[in-house]
T-cell receptor
Framework: AQKVTQAQTEISVVEKEDVTLDCVYETRDTTYYLFWYKQPPSGELVFLIR??????QNEISGRYSWNFQKSTSSFNFTITASQVVDSAVYFCALSEPNTGNQFYFGTGTSLTVIP | EADIYQTPRYLVIGTGKKITLECSQT?????MYWYQQDPGMELHLIHYSYGVNSTEKGDLSSESTVSRIRTEHFPLTLESARPSHTSQYLC?????????????FGPGTRLTVL
């Protein structure tokens, strides 16, 4: 069973629009960690944020914000006023302590920002 | 800033050749990983290590092998490359901490087997 679902395969937005990338996860653990990574065309995965299961505070970092809702098992990522440099594939991931540090990655969402 | 390196960045090689993809990190991380990824697609864990002399196979069956003789070094070897091995290979490492620590990724090796 897929532990992390990113239902949006591809999204295109026009520059300066806001865009939300969805992430739904599945776990039976009460303690777990969620992550978002960005993979630009160069190929390297860049860590964006980590959230633990006990911290449901939303976080904002510049144009990026994350909405963590345990009730719906979702950890969505919003980019405000998108820019061309935001074009990349974005991956959501789940880590459970009882599996060491193995990450369960979603299938990724490819975001294209059109100038 | 993460310090994890992979060489070569790009490799084009003929079928049947033996290749080794290098991965090293300078952060002293115990945990290291190899992922296989087709461009823009999901990542598949093929090998991981929790420390020196520890190696395990990941979720995706792979014909490659790995070794972990030194903490900082985690090379991946293909004894006989085939066109089906064409892919991007990403190496990652993380600090210990029961799953809470992010994985840092290297730049990847794009392998093409002709």
């Amino acid at each position: 069973a897929q532990k992390v679902t990113q239902a949006q395969t591809e999204i295109s937005v026009v520059e300066k629009e806001d865009v939300t990338l969805d992430c739904v996860y599945e776990t039976r653990d009460t303690t777990y960690y969620l992550f978002w990574y960005k993979q630009p065309p160069s190929g390297e995965l860049v860590f964006l944020i980590r959230r633990n299961s006990f911290d449901e505070q939303n976080e904002i970092s510049g144009r990026y914000s994350w909405n963590f809702q345990k009730s719906t098992s979702s950890f969505n990522f919003t980019i405000t006023a998108s820019q061309v440099v935001d074009s990349a594939v974005y991956f959501c991931a789940l880590s459970e302590p009882n599996t060491g540090n193995q990450f369960y990655f979603g299938t990724g969402t490819s975001l294209t920002v059109i100038p | 800033e993460a310090d994890i390196y992979q060489t070569p960045r790009y490799l084009v090689i003929g079928t049947g050749k033996k290749i080794t993809l290098e991965c090293s990190q300078t952060m002293g991380h115990d945990k290291m990983y190899w992922y296989q990824q087709d461009p823009g697609m999901e990542l598949h864990l093929i090998h991981y290590s929790y420390g020196v002399n520890s190696t395990e196979k990941g979720d995706l069956s792979s014909e490659s092998t790995v070794s972990r003789i030194r903490t900082e070094h985690f090379p991946l070897t293909l004894e006989s490359a085939r066109p089906s091995h064409t892919s991007q290979y990403l190496c990652a490492s993380s600090a210990p901490g029961q799953g809470k620590n992010e994985q840092f990724f290297g730049p990847g090796t794009r392998l093409t087997v002709l």
